[in-house]
């Protein structure tokens, strides 16, 4: 599956923004989804995930209650609206799929996800 991210820029601390991922290949409903970033000189995190159907979520403790992933299988986009956004928001970010059936044992982890976009530059100002 190809994974086409938009939505990225910069924006002032406690803006908001919304990330689509346009997703094309395969059957879209298929596919695990979920969001990583990696800031400059750290590690690529998990930020959300995404169940098949949409009907489960999960969130990174620092996205909780800031950030909201969903999808729509009809469109094969998943998005993710990101508010209250602090400087160390600022990163780059991958939107990204699983084929695997034990995903949801692992969707923290990078090595379970199959799939990557190209990944779109988000800075927040302060």
């Known amino acids: 599956v190809q994974l086409q991210a938009s939505g990225g820029g910069l924006v002032q601390a406690g803006g908001s923004l919304k990330f689509s991922c346009a997703a094309s290949g395969r059957t879209f409903s298929n596919y695990f989804m979920g969001w990583f970033r990696q800031a400059p000189g750290k590690e690529r995190e998990f930020v959300a995930a995404?169940?098949?159907?949409?009907?489960?979520?999960y969130y990174s403790d620092s996205a909780k209650g800031r950030f909201t992933i969903s999808r729509d299988n009809a469109k094969n986009t998943v998005y993710l609206q990101m508010n209250s956004l602090k400087p160390e928001d600022t990163a780059v970010y991958y939107c990204t799929a699983s084929a695997r059936w034990d995903v949801r044992a692992y969707y923290t982890r990078p090595a379970s996800y199959d799939y990557w976009g190209q990944g779109t530059l988000v800075t927040v100002s302060s």
């Open positions: 995404i169940s098949w159907n949409g009907g489960s979520t």
